[in-house]
């Protein structure tokens, strides 16, 4: 998520479930976006609720579900080049 105003992330512990939430302000204020990701137990795919509320907790439009795939692990090799400082042995 970019770097922008938010409030502390919530957790609730549901069994199967996990479901955090998190929220997004807008710049300028008056609308901001609630976020539930609910992650289960038996490692099904994840699923993100969003919601764009008003300044008065109403919603302006109906909320939209995400399935998530499942997650893939990501493993970058290090690359086999030396730095500068390791060629003049730094």
């Given amino acids: ?12 512990l549901g069994l199967p479930a996990l479901k955090t939430e998190f929220v997004e302000y807008a710049e300028m204020g008056g609308t901001y ?11 099904g795919p994840a699923i993100l609720v969003s919601e764009l509320l ?3 907790a109403n919603p302006i439009r109906k909320h939209e579900e995400y399935l998530c795939n499942d997650p893939v692990e990501k493993m970058q090799t290090i690359p086999n080049v030396k730095s500068i400082g390791e060629m003049r042995g730094r």
């Fill in 33 to 43: 976006s609630f976020y539930h990701l609910i992650t289960f137990d038996d490692d």
């Fill in 54 to 56: 008003d300044a008065d």
């Fill in 1 to 12: 998520m970019r770097e922008v105003k938010g409030d502390a992330i919530r957790y609730s």
